[in-house]
């Protein structure tokens, strides 16, 4: 470590595929410009293809799914973690996903601690039974004040941190950035032959986890629905992960045809779904495509719907809890939405719990399909949105919060 700024820890349970984890990877990056950084993970189990120019240290430690084995993992990743911060002497140590805060947390010895709260807890249907209610009303209001800074990643979850939680410090709040520059090189990237067919058509596209909270399975119902009233697109999905088998088991069940890549299968330019698996470079598909969805149940900033937005092409989400409606509509009021709101910035579409919502998509969709004009529209203003969400106002951000941990 040779750098004259602060000896900053970054800890994260895991780096698989994930906003998360990309978001991780790149402030590691960036703040690598200017301090002694070191990474750590949990293990390295499912890696993705992120690139760090600091040191990755692995725990090794997986996770188990015994109660036991939890309890005995977690003390493990205890001892490790305050031997990391004593042996790189942290001057600060910054965590990501909850695991990885309490871990933090429990650690803290002379380093500020920086927890960075990357999505609604509330909303997340993975906290669920006794242990859920430990985590609701004893480990997450009591632990988080432990923290030196507490950041969220969009106004939603700060409101969700005073209100639902009683943290009354302040909350900062640290959007996402994007390189414009990194985007430009990465557009440039030739596709191959069956993308470059595919992209000849009218694609909806969307990429991301292919996990239950990313509500795949539910637009699926509407391009059933678009399917039915002969609106022109195709369903490019981009990604990989558990919900693979049931949306395409799905698909089979709404008289969906599909493709897979990296299967057996010739490919078939008359399928209505394209399984397409994880991509390192998303923004070259991007870019060719007429439309992009985010049927997500929620967010916390929505890298997918920002890398869209950079490729200039009309965006459609859901209003989920949080960042889709700071992201399109700005200063607005939240509200029960149940039917299409065509916001500055994008449309935003009910939420799936509300009846109408698929009937709303199909309809926006439609539209869009149907007007070059509005297409273009929504393509400049995707373009003018997303410009206001630099990487280097991210990282400024951060470097001003470092520097306040004296």
């Not at 009233?229 to 698909?251: H, Q, T």
């Not at 890298?303 to 607005?332: F, H, K, Q, W």
Request: glycine share 6%.
């Amino acid at each position: 470590m040779t750098n004259v700024g602060k000896h900053i820890l970054l800890i994260i349970p895991n780096l698989d595929f994930g906003g998360a984890q990309e978001s991780f990877a790149s402030l590691s990056r960036e703040l690598s410009k200017n301090h002694n950084v070191i990474n750590v993970v949990f293990n390295k189990n499912n890696i993705g293809p992120y690139e760090f120019v600091t040191p990755l240290l692995d725990l090794d430690i997986p996770a188990s799914t015994t109660l036991i084995g939890k309890l005995v993992n977690f003390v493990k990743r205890l001892s490790k973690v305050k031997k990391i911060k004593q042996q790189y002497d942290i001057d600060v140590s910054i965590s990501f996903l909850e695991g990885a805060d309490y871990v933090n947390l429990l650690t803290k010895s002379n380093d500020k601690v920086i927890i960075s709260i990357r999505g609604s807890k509330r909303h997340d249907q993975h906290i669920t039974g006794w242990l859920g209610f430990i985590r609701h009303r004893l480990l997450l209001p009591v632990l988080y004040r432990m923290a030196d800074q507490l950041v969220a990643l969009n106004q939603g979850i700060r409101k969700e941190l005073i209100y639902d939680y009683k943290i009354k410090r302040p909350i900062h709040v640290i959007y996402n950035g994007f390189s414009a520059e990194r985007a430009n090189t990465q557009l440039q990237e030739p596709l191959d032959a069956e993308a470059e067919a595919l992209l000849q058509q009218h694609v909806i596209i969307s990429h991301g986890r292919l996990s239950s909270e990313k509500g795949y399975d539910k637009f699926l119902e509407v391009i059933a629905g678009l399917r039915k009233e002969n609106v022109a697109g195709k369903f490019l999905l981009l990604g990989d992960g558990p919900s693979m088998p049931d949306l395409i088991a799905r698909c089979k069940a709404l008289h969906l045809n599909t493709w897979v890549k990296n299967t057996n299968l010739p490919f078939n330019l008359e399928a209505d779904v394209f399984f397409w698996g994880f991509e390192k470079n998303p923004m070259k598909f991007l870019s060719r495509a007429k439309l992009f969805v985010l049927p997500s149940l929620h967010e916390g900033f929505g890298n997918a719907l920002a890398e869209a937005m950079l490729c200039g092409i009309p965006v459609l989400t859901s209003d989920c809890p949080y960042s889709p409606r700071e992201i399109l509509a700005p200063g607005s009021e939240t509200k029960k939405l149940t039917s299409v709101e065509w916001a500055t910035f994008g449309i935003l579409l009910p939420e799936w719990s509300t009846p109408t919502a698929c009937r709303a998509w199909i309809d926006a969709i439609s539209v869009l399909v149907k007007s070059d004009e509005k297409r273009k529209h929504y393509s400049n203003q995707s373009r003018t949105r997303i410009a206001q969400f630099t990487l280097d106002r991210t990282i400024q951000e951060w470097n001003n919060l470092i520097a306040q941990a004296n």
